[in-house]
Each structure stands twice: as structure tokens, then as C-alpha cells.
Nanobody, 122 residues
Framework: QVQLVESGGGLVQAGGSLRLSCAASRLTFRNYYMRWFRQAPGKEREFVAQISWSGRPTSYADSVKGRFAIPRDNAENTVYLQMNSLKPEETAVYYC???????????????WGQGTQVTVSS
């Protein structure tokens, strides 16, 4: 079965950086749009970023534009989320997902990882 495994989460101070990774297996990686979502306690899951199979286009939530980047390596079946200038309110579980349609809602994704915790201290 398809697996998406996130890694790279942890504790970081406000203003710091983290790089999340999502390794995919058992799917034809280049056929999928890859996305990152996040979910804070008591809040709905929200879109963060997505990337097409070729690397362009990409799209980002307004709140992260200019600070986050979502590169992918099709040879390694891996997508990343580079997060810079992190804020305490961005503390959440970050999820990787894959879908065959372009979209920013959770329903656009067919497969999900288990999530990785990111905690930003003030």
C-alpha cells in the first residue's frame, strides 16, 4: 500500500528554520501533486503548500509566502518543506499528502502521511 512518511519535525525557536521531508513509496511519484497541510490543536487542517510533478507551478498559503518553499526530488520520491522565520502560531502537526488533482483542500488528496510535530517556542 502507498506510504508517505514525514520526518524533520521538532522544537525550534521563533525566527528559526526547519526542513521537513516526506518520503513516498508504492506510488508513481511523478504522477502526483504533492502537498503539505498542518493542523493545530482544536483547529481544522489547513493548506500550506503544493507542487506539481514537474516542480512548477507551486502554490502557497498567503500566511507562508516568502518564508516557506516546497521542492521535490522525483528521483528520490521525496518532497520537502523548507520553513524559515517560523512563528509560534505555526506550531502544529504537519502532514504530507498526495493527489492527482490540483487543489488546496484536504479532499483533493488521496494519500496522507502520519504527520510530524513542529513546535515553535516564543
Amino acid at each position: 500500500q502507498v506510504q508517505l512518511v514525514e520526518s524533520g519535525g521538532g522544537l525550534v525557536q521563533a525566527g528559526g528554520s526547519l526542513r521537513l521531508s516526506c518520503a513516498a513509496s508504492r506510488l508513481t511519484f511523478r504522477n502526483y501533486y504533492m502537498r503539505w497541510f498542518r493542523q493545530a490543536p482544536g483547529k481544522e487542517r489547513e493548506f500550506v503548500a503544493q507542487i506539481s510533478w514537474s516542480g512548477r507551478p507551486t502554490s502557497y498559503a498567503d500566511s507562508v509566502k516568502g518564508r516557506f518553499a516546497i521542492p521535490r526530488d522525483n528521483a528520490e520520491n521525496t518532497v520537502y518543506l523548507q520553513m524559515n522565520s517560523l512563528k509560534p502560531e505555526e506550531t502544529a502537526v504537519y502532514y504530507c499528502s498526495a493527489g492527482t488533482e490540483w487543489g488546496t483542500t484536504p479532499s483533493a488528496s488521496d494519500y496522507w502521511g502520519q504527520g510530524t510535530q513542529v513546535t515553535v517556542s516564543s
